[in-house]
T-cell receptor, first 113, second 112 residues
Framework: SAVISQKPSRDICQRGTSLTIQCQVD?????MFWYRQQPGQSLTLIAT?????????ESGFVIDKFPISRPNLTFSTLTVSNMSPEDSSIYLC??????????FGPGTRLTVL | GENVEQHPSTLSVQEGDSAVIKCTYS??????FPWYKQELGKGPQLIID?????GEKKDQRIAVTLNKTAKHFSLHITETQPEDSAVYFC???????????FGTGTRLTIIP
């Protein structure tokens, strides 16, 4: 398995502001993903973070709203831009090696007022 | 694309009894099926998985069965304990596609 940390673990933000979430893994991984989990709901994939190139976004998610960086094989950031109360969710980083298991970080609990 | 349905949405079981959660998938090309347990305030934890070349896999009190013909797979927890209380998610993934598609989750409550 992989040890995954996320920062911050939780935050309360004002609408219109932006928050950057960091994901750090203890070993090099091929795949890094960002998910959103709205209260009481399942996990929805936002995008796949690609090392050295632009992230691949799922339908309904756009780069302007959720810019992602992945400078190396152990680190990625997700920014939630121009936030509104509808962005209140848990944001989860997930990692894996191609064809193998995926593991999740502890999540970042975001509340937008 | 893949669609995964999960039932039931909630399940209450007396401590010591067994619990079964079922998922169906739509894409016959799916070949990897993990199960995650999510406790309150934590990220999902991988508890068991199965690949399409295997019909059943067991790890202590937890087992997963796969029926490729019917396109469904199930999680079985025996001798349930209070610490089994959590939300459980099934997922499916197709060969060559690294994205997981998740079920809607089952909230399992173990009654002492």
């Amino acid at each position: 398995s992989a040890v995954i940390s996320q920062k911050p673990s939780r935050d309360i933000c004002q609408r219109g502001t932006s928050l950057t979430i960091q994901c750090q893994v203890d070993s090099q991984v091929t795949m890094m993903f960002w998910y959103r989990q709205q209260p009481g709901q399942s996990l929805t994939l936002i995008a796949t973070a690609n090392q050295g190139s632009e992230a691949t976004y799922e339908s309904g998610f756009v780069i302007d709203k959720f810019p992602i960086s992945r400078p190396n094989l152990t680190f990625s950031t997700l920014t939630v831009s121009n936030m509104s109360p509808e962005d209140s969710s848990i944001y989860l980083c997930s990692v894996g090696k191609a064809g193998n298991e995926q593991f999740f970080g502890p999540g970042t609990r975001l509340t937008v007022l | 694309g893949e669609n995964v349905e999960q039932h039931p949405s909630t399940l209450s079981v007396q401590e010591g009894d067994s619990a079964v959660i079922k998922c169906t998938y739509s894409d016959s090309a799916s070949n990897y099926f993990p199960w995650y347990k999510q406790e309150l305030g934590k990220g999902p934890q991988l508890i068991i998985d199965i690949r399409s070349n295997v019909g059943e896999k067991k790890d202590q009190r937890i087992a997963v069965t796969l029926n490729k013909t019917a396109k469904h797979f199930s999680l079985h927890i025996t001798e349930t304990q209070p610490e089994d209380s959590a939300v459980y998610f099934c997922a499916a993934r197709s060969f060559g596609n690294e994205k997981l598609t998740f079920g809607t989750g089952t909230r399992l409550t173990i009654i002492p």
